[in-house]
C-alpha cells in the first residue's frame, strides 16, 4: 500500500480554485517532488494531505488515514516545514526545538537532531541571528521532532546561496536515510532532478505527469530529437511554459 494516495483532489478559496484535479501516490521511502510554479496549488495539496486544510472533493489517504478524520492522530506521523513558516526573532533553537517536542507523545530527542543537523554550536542562538542556511536546518529538525513516518517540506531552499543549497540537498538525503519518507515541494528543476525518486508536475492545479525524473527527461528527449534534455525542458514540453510563468 502506497504512503500516499490522492486521487482527484479538488480545493477551493471562495470562487478561486486553487487545486482542480491533483492525483498521485508516494512509496514508502521515496523523495517524491511536487513541481510546479508558484500559484501551482503545490502547498495547497500538502497542506491539505497533512490535515492543515479540508478538502472540497476526492480522496486523500496518508498511512491508511483521512487526514480530514485522523487529523489528529495524523499529526504524530508526519512533521511538516512549510514554506510560511517563521519564528519569534528572540527564540533559542533549542527553545524552539523543546516546545515543538512537547506537541507530541513520543518525540524524537532533539538534543540528537542538533548534533546529527550540525546545530549543536548554535543551540542557545537566537532565531534572528541565524543565517538562511542555519534556518533551514532548523526547520528541518523541527520537522522530525515528533518522530514521523512522512515529513513534508516545502520550497526549503528559496533563497539560499548555492552552498548552502547544497548543504541542505545533503540534509533532505539524510533524512531519508533515517527511514522518512519524504515529499519534497519545489520550483527548481535542478533539486528535483538531483534528489527525486519521482515526481509530480503541477501546473493550474491540474496534475499534469508523474514519473522518475529520467523518464520525463528521455520522452522528450525523444519526442523532439534532442541529444541532451533536463528536467525543466521536460516541463517546457509538459506545461507549455517555462518554470517560472
Not at 92 to 117: C, G, I, M, Q, T
Not at 213 to 219: C, E
Amino acid at each position: 500500500m502506497p504512503v500516499i494516495e490522492i486521487s482527484n483532489l479538488r480545493k477551493t478559496y471562495g470562487q478561486t480554485v486553487a487545486v482542480s484535479d491533483v492525483s498521485f501516490t508516494v512509496d514508502s521511502g521515496e523523495i517524491f517532488g511536487i513541481l510546479g510554479p508558484n500559484g501551482a496549488g503545490k502547498t495547497t495539496t500538502v497542506e491539505v494531505l497533512s490535515g492543515l486544510r479540508r478538502r472540497d472533493g476526492g480522496t486523500v489517504r496518508v498511512l491508511g488515514k483521512d487526514p480530514d478524520r485522523d487529523g489528529a492522530e495524523l499529526r504524530e506521523l508526519v512533521g511538516v516545514q512549510l514554506q510560511e513558516s517563521e519564528l519569534p526573532e528572540r527564540i533559542r533553537v533549542w527553545e524552539a526545538l523543546d516546545l515543538y517536542s512537547s506537541f507530541y507523545r513520543k518525540p524524537a530527542d532533539w538534543r540528537e537532531l542538533l548534533d546529527v543537523l550540525g546545530l549543536s554550536a548554535r543551540r542557545d542562538a537566537r532565531y534572528g541571528t541565524l543565517s538562511g542556511g542555519q534556518k533551514q536546518r532548523l526547520s528541518i529538525a523541527l520537522a522530525l521532532v515528533g518522530d514521523p513516518q512522512v515529513a513534508v517540506l516545502d520550497e526549503l531552499t528559496t533563497g539560499l546561496d548555492p552552498a548552502a543549497r547544497r548543504e541542505t540537498w545533503a540534509l533532505i538525503e539524510s533524512v531519508r536515510n533515517r527511514g522518512v519518507t519524504v515529499v519534497l515541494v519545489t520550483h527548481f528543476m535542478d533539486e528535483a532532478e538531483r534528489l527525486c525518486d519521482r515526481v509530480a508536475v503541477i501546473d493550474a492545479g491540474r496534475t499534469v505527469a508523474v514519473d522518475k525524473p529520467a523518464a520525463l527527461i528521455a520522452k522528450v528527449q525523444a519526442e523532439r530529437g534532442l541529444t541532451r534534455a533536463t528536467l525543466e525542458d521536460a516541463y517546457l514540453a509538459l506545461t507549455g511554459h517555462e518554470i517560472g510563468v
